[in-house]
């Protein structure tokens, strides 16, 4: 059972909703995830586009718990507006905060998390906070009171995978109460699989399943490997040795 900020879900599996081919294909794509939070940024929404409305609707439609963004912002300031903006269409205090510092990579910016962090935590939000790996960023994040942590695994929609497993191993040991949910760069099953079993909470996903030539099918793919790198996780995958070791007894092998 995945707890985040005092609601249990059976998935781990977050899905974002950009960049569907269709509204068809995001529904049917987001049901074969067995996702249970979906994430949607503000900018798809405007009640005075009919099409856009039809977005929402679909949106709604799946009935998930829903994790507003603050995708394109690039100032702190510009993140608490659409917080609070996002709180209020959507009627809900979490938000996935963030704020790129670099417009090639679109890598977090550190400074702005932090400031937007504090204030919109003196305001009730739930923060899930996108961010590199680094420890530092790290401790003062959860400090401020963040109960979750989603650190990237490479630059969004690269497709490259988990870039720093060492930096990701040491942000699960010192932050064993806190959620880490790896949060873009994964791009194939493995990828994911491989987060989990690394201890990681979560995942979350969008472009290696909306950019898929089938997404439904890479939806199902990834909802299975999220579930089999949770499972290795549990079940304690065994030290890596540099010299082989033997799986049979040699002890009652003649001349040994």
């Not at 979906?38 to 039809?54: D, F, G, H």
């Not at 510092?101 to 939000?125: C, H, R, V």
């Not at 194939?188 to 909306?210: C, K, R, W």
């Amino acid at each position: 059972m995945l707890n985040l900020y005092g609601e249990n879900f059976t998935s781990r599996f977050l899905i974002g909703s950009a960049k569907y081919t269709s509204l068809k294909v995001l529904k049917e794509s987001v049901m074969a995830s067995n996702s249970e939070i979906i994430t949607v940024s503000l900018r798809r929404l405007s009640p005075n586009v009919s099409e856009k409305n039809t977005f929402w609707e679909t949106i709604k439609s799946l009935n998930l718990k829903i994790l507003p963004n603050t995708s394109g912002c690039y100032q702190a300031k510009d993140a608490v507006t659409t917080a609070l903006m996002s709180r209020e269409i959507f009627e809900t205090n979490w938000i996935k905060l963030e704020i790129f510092g670099d417009s090639l990579t679109l890598q977090p910016n550190p400074y702005e998390l932090l400031k937007a962090t504090e204030q919109l935590i003196k305001q009730d939000f739930c923060i899930f906070p996108y961010m590199t790996e680094d420890l530092v960023i790290a401790k003062e994040l959860v400090n401020l009171g963040c109960k979750v942590l989603m650190p990237w695994a490479s630059p969004i929609g690269s497709g490259k995978g988990i870039m720093n497993p060492f930096h990701l191993k040491i942000l699960r040991e010192r932050f064993p109460e806190i959620k880490i949910i790896i949060d873009a760069g994964l791009g194939a099953p493995s990828h994911a699989a491989y987060a989990l079993e690394l201890g990681m909470d979560a995942v979350l996903l969008n472009t290696a399943i909306s950019d898929a030539h089938d997404p439904i099918e890479m939806a199902k793919a990834f909802s299975l490997s999220i579930q089999a790198g949770r499972k290795a996780y549990c079940s304690g995958l065994i030290p890596q040795n540099d010299f082989a070791i033997s799986s049979s007894p040699i002890i009652g092998i003649p001349f040994q």
